[in-house]
């Protein structure tokens, strides 16, 4: 890790102790948000925040203070004017195992690191019939994503791609799927997260000229009539996807850029 980078992890704007982190051990319940912190400011930080507030809310039944949850933020990154990878782990110390169903304060854990890697090469991606718990929630129940991303290498790819029960795509290992035909973007309409990422790519998109958008289902069987495929998360928010088990897709590097301006269109906002 670069010396410039001084990793952290913090509980409502403290350091952490080995106590404090004693139940994210012994039970795995929660959510998160992950962004990419450079000088103090973040892409699509308002997504974040209600993102955090939403889960919070319906996993906790109560309501978290987004003012206490930027504090947070702003207290882990400091001064520091280097990029950094922030994640915000949002649990609860304080629930009941035996009674989960009952209102508890969230608690607001912090940790921060080195950047993102640069872009990965294009991906070529295996699928599997799967859809996460909640899909609606970036919560931590990553288990099933990490053991598909590991079959998926055993086979010879490198990541997975998910296929919901009607047999349309629907999203990947940690990250939304995006396809570009003769028209503009397709995104696929099954359960999925709704990334930050996804969300300030279509809100670029829509402001830019010449470029459609649309959502629809998007059937495994008519994959070959994509010309291009691309994912987007808080690491990296445009990347090219050479295939789908067999099926292999134009790497377009304009068509990258263009989607990298339309991502790049969405301000700055200060923790």
């Not at 001084?6 to 982190?21: K, S, Y």
């Not at 203070?65 to 649990?91: K, Q």
């Not at 035909?181 to 990422?197: E, H, M, R, Y």
């Amino acid at each position: 890790m670069s010396a410039a980078v001084q990793p952290r992890i913090e509980l409502n704007g403290a350091t952490a102790t080995v106590e404090d982190l004693r139940l994210l051990v012994q039970t795995n319940y929660g959510h998160f948000s992950a962004m990419q912190v450079t000088d103090g400011c973040v892409r699509g930080l308002a997504l974040h925040l209600e993102r955090i507030e939403a889960a919070t809310l319906e996993l906790f039944g109560t309501v978290i203070d987004r003012e206490h949850v930027r504090a947070c933020i702003r207290h882990a990154v400091g001064a520091s004017a280097s990029a950094l990878s922030v994640r915000i782990n949002i649990f609860a110390r304080r629930l009941d195992r035996n009674r989960p169903g009952d209102p508890v304060a969230a608690d607001v854990l912090v940790t921060t690191g080195a950047p993102a890697a640069k872009p990965l090469a294009p991906l070529r991606l295996k699928s599997f019939r799967y859809t996460r718990e909640l899909p609606h929630i970036k919560h931590v129940g990553t288990f099933p994503l990490f053991h598909y991303r590991r079959l998926a290498q055993q086979a010879g790819y490198d990541d997975a791609v998910f296929v919901d029960a009607d047999g349309c795509i629907s999203e990947g290992s940690i990250w939304n799927i995006g396809f570009l035909d003769d028209d503009g973007v397709i995104w696929p309409d099954a359960p999925q997260l709704t990334g930050v990422s996804l969300q300030l790519l279509q809100a670029g998109i829509a402001r830019s000229s010449g470029l459609a958008s649309a959502t629809r289902r998007i059937s495994a069987a008519e994959l070959g009539s994509m010309r291009a495929a691309f994912f987007t998360n808080s690491s990296v928010p445009v990347q090219a996807i050479a295939s789908i088990d067999a099926t292999g897709f134009v790497i377009d590097p304009a068509a990258i850029e263009i989607l990298t301006r339309c991502y790049e269109s969405n301000p700055m906002e200060r923790v």
